[in-house]
């Protein structure tokens, strides 16, 4: 899913964050956009399709935590913190 924020095109609906951003659409254009999402260009996508989960729960995890996380949510907010410390 990709959505339109301002004029900025974001992948994620769930966080809308720069790291999710494919471009700018009066700057960037539709065509550019698409092929930076094909290709996984935003900062999100390409850690998701690189960076091992445990990568991120050894530099951004609390085995000490009392937090409760459903796995979705725990994976997207060691995502957000990998992506915040690039």
Aim: proline letters at 2%.
């Amino acid at each position: 899913m990709v959505f339109l924020v301002y004029d900025m095109i974001i992948s994620n609906y769930e966080t809308p964050s720069s790291f999710w951003c494919l471009g700018n659409l009066k700057i960037d254009g539709a065509e550019n956009i698409i092929k930076t999402y094909q290709a996984n260009g935003s900062v999100a996508q390409h850690v998701i399709q690189n960076v091992p989960v445990s990568e991120m729960v050894k530099k951004y995890g609390n085995y000490d935590s009392m937090r409760l996380f459903g796995e979705w949510d725990y994976k997207n907010y060691l995502l957000q913190k990998y992506c915040q410390g690039l």
